[in-house]
């Protein structure tokens, strides 16, 4: 079995910052990409950041400059500061593991339970 275990979330005012962290434990052979997803009410989920094996990243554009993702592979782990956070970025926050459990089994994919970010004053 895969877990994914985030942390990280919570009230911020307008222009504060948050730091997710979502680790992976269980049964890993390899991680390849992680990423984080959000979905605010009423509205689809949205990529906001992934980084790859070789760490080659990519962001959602209402987030570059803002959001900076990483990981430390040898916790299976990755992060995602959040700087300047605006109201709109107030949404759920799904961290997404692609991972091989096994050296048979292929990648699969995983997803986090979801972590609560709200930016309120």
């Known amino acids: 079995q895969v877990q994914l275990v985030e942390t990280g979330g919570g009230l911020v005012q307008p222009g504060g910052s948050l730091r997710l962290s979502c680790a992976a434990s269980?049964?890993?052979?390899?991680?390849?990409?992680m990423g984080w997803y959000r979905q605010a009410p009423g509205a689809q989920r949205e990529l906001v950041a992934r980084?790859?094996?070789?760490?080659?990243?990519n962001y959602a554009d209402s987030v570059k400059g803002r959001f900076t993702i990483s990981r430390d592979n040898a916790k299976n782990t990755v992060y995602l500061q959040m700087n300047s956070l605006k109201p709109e970025d107030t949404a759920v926050y799904y961290c997404?593991?692609?991972?091989?459990?096994?050296?048979?089994?292929?990648?699969?994919?995983?997803w986090g339970q979801g972590t609560q970010v709200t930016v309120s004053s």
């Open positions: 269980g049964s890993i052979f390899s991680i390849s990409d």
């Open positions: 980084i790859s094996g070789r760490a080659f990243t």
């Open positions: 997404n593991v692609h991972l091989s459990p096994t050296r048979e089994s292929g990648v699969r994919n995983y």
